[in-house]
């Protein structure tokens, strides 16, 4: 096949995998697939523009009067949303654009990764299957940074394969930053550092410990994320970062992952993420692995088996599950290219292809649906209240503050020492702090048995829209 033959196929891969997502590219943050997660991602970039434009002092909405810093990833999505919103508005499109972008990206990548294994034609279906799972389609177009870690992990681990190939500092300096950018984006796309420690234990043995641009890899990659989240932890009001680690992680290592809840949560989320039929495409694929040739993908296995046992299985958070999504591709490829080798496989290959796409698009409906009732009752606070006034939510959820575009508090959440645990003493810490509204979800309040809505009914004025939409006005 001609050089021109092949990338052209190559591109109109790429350009249905685009069309793919372009269904509710406008849609708001508050639908039902990680509205808190999405809102509060969009949430950052609205502020960057609308009070600090720092990449550095990334602030929430909540809980309590700004600053509110907040100790989360490198905000590379955000700000770049931000800057674009500077100049075109506030745009959902914008939003979602840049981490499609980024899904792109990542997606070439991965189709290079693929041709140093493997034929044009089984790298071609690497590229279909990934662009096909459910959770790829989802979060590729999800306002979050889910789709700038796939581009930096991804391209760190090229660049490192080019390198143990061609020896190139350039290489090796251009996977260290991407693979620092990666660790910035999500801290469990370290564990892709496993995998390029033992792909270069094989080729150097243990001359490993002579090789100069390793350290200087290990630096780069590890000391710019740990500065970064040093500053974090320095600055932030909400310790986001801290408080999953110590609280989550370092006190359940290894012990989660058997536990009736992990099990559980692999059993709905995986089959939902890459449906049934990609799963047991690469059940089959792992035994079709050449353990010679295809090394450095085993030892990617490896590396990612960990982070599942280590992070995923205790965190049980879905879009966690999406960084084994170009492994899952690659495995899962080898079964379907020895379908297309034989005469009629093209057929074969296209109907098993529609099948996993009108599987995923059917399973994914549910997570688009915007919920109306928030924008309604975030429409009325925006009618009532002015820009400036803190307000108090009815919800756990900060979709509701976010989608206010108010600032303030989440009520009766049971968090904050310092916030009084009883109705009364509660409603006082907030007016004193500056709170001048409460906002139900429609009627609504998180946690509630009756007596907190009972003392907002009794003693401040109620401000009634429509549909049953209302606020109480503490001042």
Request: aromatic share 20%; with cysteine; hydrophobic share 50%.
């Amino acid at each position: 096949m001609s050089k021109t033959r092949e990338n052209a196929i190559i591109i109109t891969v790429l350009v249905i995998i685009l069309i793919l997502r372009i269904p509710y590219i406008t849609q708001s943050p508050y639908e039902q697939g990680e509205r808190w997660r999405q809102s509060d991602t969009e949430s950052i970039a609205r502020n960057f523009v609308e009070y600090r434009f720092n990449i550095f002092y990334p602030q929430f909405n909540y809980d309590g009067p700004m600053p509110n810093y907040v100790q989360l990833e490198f905000q590379i999505t955000t700000y770049i949303i931000a800057v674009l919103y500077k100049i075109f508005g506030y745009k959902y499109i914008i939003a979602r654009t840049i981490p499609l972008l980024f899904f792109m990206g990542s997606s070439i990548f991965l189709y290079l990764i693929a041709g140093k294994f493997y034929p044009f034609g089984q790298s071609i279906i690497v590229l279909f299957l990934y662009g096909l799972f459910p959770i790829t389609i989802f979060f590729s177009r999800a306002i979050m940074p889910e789709s700038s870690a796939l581009f930096f992990y991804l391209g760190a681990f090229y660049f490192f394969l080019r390198w143990i190939e061609k020896e190139t500092k350039k290489d090796i300096i251009t996977s260290a930053m991407f693979t620092a950018l990666a660790i910035s984006q999500k801290i469990p796309t370290i564990f892709i550092g496993i995998a390029m420690l033992i792909i270069a234990f094989k080729k150097y043995k243990m001359q490993i410990f002579k090789i100069g641009e390793l350290y200087i890899f290990t630096l780069i990659s590890l000391f710019l994320p740990f500065t970064y989240f040093q500053w974090m932890k320095y600055i932030s009001e909400f310790k986001f970062v801290n408080d999953i680690a110590n609280k989550h992680i370092f006190t359940r290592l290894f012990y989660d992952f058997l536990t009736k809840e992990s099990i559980e949560f692999f059993k709905i989320n995986l089959p939902q993420g890459y449906t049934i039929q990609v799963l047991v495409l690469f059940l089959i694929g792992l035994i079709m692995i050449d353990v010679r040739k295809e090394m450095p993908v085993l030892a990617w296995i490896f590396a990612m088996i960990l982070e599942v046992i280590m992070i995923v299985a205790v965190i049980r958070l879905y879009y966690y599950l999406i960084f084994i999504s170009p492994l899952i591709a690659l495995i899962a490829s080898k079964p379907l290219y020895i379908i297309w080798e034989n005469k009629y496989g093209g057929v074969f290959i296209s109907l098993i292809i529609m099948w996993i796409g009108y599987t995923a698009f059917r399973g994914l409906l549910p997570f688009y649906i915007e919920k109306t009732e928030l924008i309604k009752q975030a429409g009325m606070v925006k009618k009532y209240t002015d820009k400036e006034d803190l307000i108090v939510v009815g919800t756990p959820d900060p979709a509701l503050i976010n989608a206010c575009e108010r600032r303030g508090w989440r009520a009766n959440i049971d968090y904050y020492s310092y916030i009084p645990k009883d109705p009364i003493r509660e409603i006082e810490y907030y007016i004193e702090s500056g709170a001048k509204y409460f906002v139900p979800m429609k009627g609504w309040i998180h946690n509630d048995k009756g007596e907190y809505k009972s003392f907002l009914d009794s003693n401040f004025e109620k401000i009634i829209g429509e549909d049953g939409y209302y606020i109480y006005k503490l001042r």
